[in-house]
């Protein structure tokens, strides 16, 4: 066995999810922290910013950006600087918006100019899987215009996610 397959392979990847939003200004969502998970947001249109517990600055993601929370991190998302503070616990908007787990999760103001569509979504671990390189890995990683970076094949794929994860039919499993 390779390094890279022995590394996968004791890291038990236990399986995904992802969803898609739409935000409108002004807008603001704390994401708990999750055990045993790397959490991901990628920027499909518009921008926002990430901040991520522990960690002194936010993180500005702009339109193709992605942002992966390598260990289930506590992070706040929202639109400007102003909304960080009033920004609802991820259990409230939820609640807020009727989302249920079906479509495009969308909050916020109708008509406002500024809207932030993202892909989200998290892989989580084996609990047991305990590995030296999840545990050296930074608290967050941020790729700048990650579709193009990746390839055509990458930027393809994560916009026909973007557009499954928003489809009424399309259910998260």
């Known amino acids: 066995m390779d390094i890279l397959s022995d590394i996968l392979h004791r890291m038990q990847l236990a399986?995904?999810?992802y969803f898609r939003t739409s935000f409108t200004?002004?807008?603001?969502?704390?994401?708990?922290?999750?055990?045993?998970v790397s959490r991901f947001h990628f920027a499909y249109r518009g921008r926002c910013l990430a901040r991520v517990a522990g960690v002194a600055d936010?993180?500005?993601?702009?339109?193709?950006?992605l942002i992966i929370i390598t260990r289930g991190a506590p992070h706040t998302l929202y639109c400007d600087p102003k909304t960080e503070t009033?920004?609802?616990?991820?259990d409230q908007m939820l609640e807020k918006s009727g989302f249920t787990g079906h479509g495009t999760l969308v909050y916020g103001?109708?008509?406002t100019s500024h809207e932030t569509q993202l892909v989200c979504g998290h892989f989580a671990f084996n609990k047991h899987a305990s590995?030296?390189?999840?545990?050296a890995l930074p608290?967050?990683?941020?790729?700048?215009?990650?579709?193009?970076?990746?390839?055509?094949?990458?930027e393809t794929a994560l916009k026909v996610i973007g557009e499954e994860a928003g489809s009424e039919n399309w259910a998260a499993t």
Do not use: C, K
């Not at 936010?58 to 950006?65: A, H, I, K, R, S």
């Not at 009033?86 to 991820?90: K, N, S, T, V």
């Open 15 to 17: 399986g995904t999810l």
């Open 25 to 36: 200004s002004p807008w603001g969502v704390q994401v708990p922290a999750f055990e045993d």
């Open 58 to 65: 936010p993180v500005l993601l702009e339109q193709g950006d």
């Open 86 to 90: 009033a920004a609802l616990p991820l």
């Open 109 to 111: 103001e109708p008509g």
């Open 131 to 135: 590995h030296p390189l999840i545990q």
């Open 139 to 154: 608290a967050y990683i941020h790729i700048r215009n990650y579709g193009e970076i990746a390839g055509h094949w990458m």
